[in-house]
């Protein structure tokens, strides 16, 4: 018998045609949502056959001590690991069985060689863009490695006869080469926009690409997680959920029970109607344009549930910026839709995913314990959507087929990275043109997505009636609860004339929140207003304190406001979009204007005041030289300010209406188009280049190819995957959650984690975590390890926790031990 796995507890093996099948069944069933299912199911059986070599066989039994070390066949393990390749055998075979299938059979067996020969890398670079490979054929080279070092031969012989029989007969089945050809079809059919460098048609290529290899990598993934550890199977709902209508049910309930408590909600009301009617429209891209304060969380699920019931659709994805708004909103929507949830069931229909605390090399622990979001209603940020469709490796990539056949919600999209915009907006296109999905684009200050260069990626909104809104404008004039004051001065306000008016103005209107650009500014005036004097509690928000740190504090800050206490708080811009709090005035530092936009919504949120105010203000000697987005957005809302005083009119008396949106944009898009393609610096990869050219053409290493060879390559295929992702993943600075010790229930968290050897028993605790993590930039992170501020719970797991000095009660994670300056103020 051939081994695939050998079950480290109890050391039973497992059959390798035993894991190939039961990854070949799954991969069919993920890789059927892009209509590629047999595809799918010829990866799975393929993706491990070099397992079958006597060099592989003979490595895993000296790996797990089922040969004694003083016979000849013993391998010293450690020597060989991650050198002996058993993923080129199954990539050589199908390209070599479909290339011979004429032109559309070459492309389908380069797509599905790129797959299997990736499956543990993340996926390769079929032309070389680095210094040491730049015009190289990757692909090329991987298909035609040498046979004593790929064993295909000796595999043949060896594997078993059925699972040969029946790849042999998927290579046969008449509907494989034509599958793939409507599917081609399809894409090429689609473009819109003629374009003769066919560079959205080839990114959109690449996404496929990518679609099929996530089917792989979750069917791997799986079937050996649950194989290793049994009980991890039972935690998997595999697509079987609480049906639609019953959510549906909950949901209508708790909107009939709604009292019209407030002068706007009649107003909410009629937003979360519109959207009922529009969820009959068919699947496609739509915006929902809504003023601050308008209810957009139950009124987007209304749509998204009764829409995912229309077309029959997996799951509903809401994709929010910020974590902040992440636990808000999915507490409100787990209470409607999981009204009985205990801490066993919780996630089974509302699942949380915002941070990462598993690392990208996983051992066996994070590969059961890392989601692939199997939940009909997920929330997930902005960070983690980017990571699935962009990122390297495999842990992001395993989600991307959970995003075909889904609603997928946007709140707050203005926040999308200018550098991903071309490459976000053919994503989505893909998703909805390929994946079967729908699209809700929602914010109060639009974005002009659809305006970018089209022959570089702009959102195809549907033509019918691309928003689901009706009469914005109108909208916008009745929800007009705040009346905007441009306090700026010359020379800039100091910290102290700041936290004097922030003081005067929680004083006078009851209430006050400071939205800062930075971290430090937060501190620095928290502490200033502390030492100030005032006679009422000052609160402090930012991203340094975990979800349930941040919960606690915003629940005493709306406790506070609702009984009319006065109360000032200063934060971060994670309270400006979609906070749900209610202030009496508001200060916001400088910023662009979709920014001053959503401080506004945190002012007089509820219209219970005739007209609350928000001051802008320009701090004297702020640095955002690093904040590239938040510096070039107050430069250009500044020039909407400038305007707007000199002829009000022109935007028709309202400085957070449509048309000063639409010129901010304008200005905005415009000042940054050379941007939106993501590009690359020459000290990144070796040349000037850009992550949709490295996802489509490739035309530079493509360039350099032919000037070598004098002609063009013959792969269809040439991006450089695996550069392109690395780029994005270190550009996109990504972050690992860590774990904190957060009031008694963060520490008991640890103790537990740290405890806990079963499984299971882990899998639920880290569900629970992601309410006690931090999101730690790279920097950071080393930093913190440096200091051995930061342990992991368990051997054999990079999931790690912060010890209890470097968590401040006021602040959260800091980078120095608390002690010393920990204090509460008010």
């Known amino acids: 018998m051939s081994i695939a796995h050998i079950r480290n507890d109890d050391g039973i093996e497992q059959e390798l045609f035993e894991h190939l099948l039961g990854v070949s069944e799954k991969a069919k069933f993920f890789a059927e ?68 299938k004429g032109q559309v059979g070459k492309i389908a067996g380069q797509m599905l060689a790129l797959c299997i020969a990736s499956h543990h890398s993340g996926l390769i670079d079929c032309i070389g863009v680095s210094n040491d490979s730049f015009g ?81 990598i ?7 997680a649950d194989f290793e550890k049994p009980h991890a199977a039972f935690h998997r709902q595999l697509g079987i959920y609480e049906d639609w209508g019953t959510l549906i049910a909950r949901l209508e309930g ?101 941070s990462n605390l598993t690392q990208e090399h996983q051992g066996w622990k994070e590969k059961v314990l890392s989601e692939n979001w199997d939940a009909p209603v997920i929330f997930t940020t902005m960070v983690q959507l980017l990571e699935t469709l962009f990122g390297s490796g495999t842990r992001g990539a395993r989600r991307m087929h959970q995003l075909c056949n889904a609603v997928l919600v946007f709140d707050e999209i203005q926040t999308l990275p200018v550098r991903c915009i071309h490459i976000f907006n053919n994503a989505m296109n893909f998703m909805v043109e390929q994946g079967g999905s729908t699209v809700l684009l929602c914010t109060a200050t639009q974005p002009l997505l659809d305006q970018v260069d089209p022959k570089k990626g702009s959102i195809q909104l549907s033509t019918d009636a691309p928003e689901i809104i009706p009469n914005v404008s109108r909208l916008f004039h009745e929800l007009q609860r705040v009346k905007v004051k441009d306090s700026r001065e010359p020379g800039g306000w100091s910290l102290e004339k700041i936290g004097e008016l922030a003081a005067n103005e929680a004083q006078h209107a009851g209430s006050c929140l400071v939205i800062v650009n930075t971290k430090k500014e937060a501190r620095n005036l928290f502490n200033y207003c502390c030492n100030f004097g005032v006679e009422f509690p000052v609160f402090h928000l930012s991203t340094n304190m975990c979800p349930a740190h941040r919960r606690v504090v915003l629940s005493e800050i709306r406790k506070r406001l609702t009984n009319n206490k006065p109360s000032l708080c200063v934060s971060t811009q994670l309270i400006e979009a979609g906070v749900d709090v209610d202030f009496g005035a508001v200060v ?91 590009p690359i610096s020459s000290e990144r990869i070796g040349h000037d280049d850009d992550l949709l050219n490295l996802l489509s053409n490739n035309s530079l290493a493509v360039g350099e190819y032919g000037k070598r060879k004098g002609n063009f390559p013959e792969l269809y295929f040439r991006q450089a995957f695996m550069t392109a992702s690395k780029v994005f993943r270190a550009l996109n600075a990504p ?92």
């Not at 937003?271 to 699947?283: E, G, H, V």
């Not at 507490?331 to 949830?341: A, G, K, T, Y």
């Not at 898009?669 to 993501?678: A, G, L, P, Q, V």
Request: glycine share 6%.
């Open 136 to 216: 190289d054929d990757l692909f090329a080279k991987r298909m035609s490695k040498p046979e004593e070092r790929v064993h295909l031969e000796e595999i043949l012989c060896k594997a078993d006869s059925q699972l040969i029989e029946r790849v042999n007969s998927l290579v046969a089945s008449p509907d494989l080469i034509p599958d793939m050809k409507d599917v081609f079809a399809k894409i090429i059919k689609r473009q819109s926009i003629k374009n003769d460098n066919l560079q959205v048609v080839n990114f959109h290529f690449s996404l496929l690409v990518r679609s099929l290899f996530s089917a792989l």
């Open 254 to 354: 708790h909107l009939a029970d709604l009292k019209l408590r407030h002068p706007v909600d009649c107003l909410r009301r009629d937003i979360s109607l519109n959207c009922l009617q529009a969820a009959s429209l068919d699947k496609g891209i739509y915006t929902m344009t809504v003023p601050t304060g308008g209810g957009k969380t139950l009124s987007s699920l209304r749509f998204a549930l009764h829409h995912a019931k229309k077309h029959a659709m997996e799951r509903i994805l809401y994709v929010i910026p910020f974590t902040s708004i992440i636990d808000q909103n999915a507490d409100v929507v787990r209470s409607i839709l999981e009204p009985n949830s205990n801490p066993e069931s919780r996630g089974k229909i509302v699942l949380e995913h915002h």
């Open 735 to 826: 972050t690992q959650g860590v774990i904190v010790p957060y009031g008694d229930a963060g520490r008991e968290l640890i103790t537990d984690l740290c405890a806990a050897f079963e499984v299971n028993r882990q899998y639920k605790l880290l569900k629970h975590a992601q309410q006690f993590s931090v999101n730690v930039f790279p920097d950071v992170l080393k930093r913190l390890i440096g200091k051995e501020a930061l342990r992991p719970v368990q051997e054999g797991t990079s999931i790690l926790y912060l010890d209890e000095p470097y968590y401040s009660e006021t602040f959260g994670l800091s980078e120095e031990p608390v002690e010393e300056w920990r204090f509460h103020c008010g």
């Open 33 to 100: 949502k892009i209509g590629l299912k047999n595809h799918g199911e010829l990866l799975g059986l393929l993706h491990d056959i070099g397992k079958y070599s006597q060099e592989f066989q003979v490595y895993i039994k000296s790996a797990a001590g089922l040969i004694n070390p003083d016979e000849d066949d013993f391998i010293d393990v450690d020597n060989k690991r991650g050198k002996i390749d058993h993923s080129t055998a199954g990539a050589q075979l199908v390209w070599r069985k479909l290339s011979r």
């Open 218 to 224: 979750d069917a791997d993934r799986v079937d050996t």
């Open 588 to 678: 916001r530092f400088a910023a662009g204007l979709d920014s001053i936009a959503q401080a506004a919504g945190r002012c007089n949120r509820n219209g219970c005041n005739k007209c609350g105010l928000v001051h802008i203000v320009n701090p004297k000697d702020e640095n955002l030289d690093k904040l590239p987005d938040i510096l070039i957005g107050k430069d250009k809302a500044e020039r909407v300010l400038d305007d707007y005083a000199k002829d009000p009119g022109q935007f028709c008396n309202n400085l957070l209406g449509q048309e000063a949106m639409d010129w901010y944009y304008q200005n905005y898009f415009f000042s940054r188009r050379n941007e939106m393609i993501f």
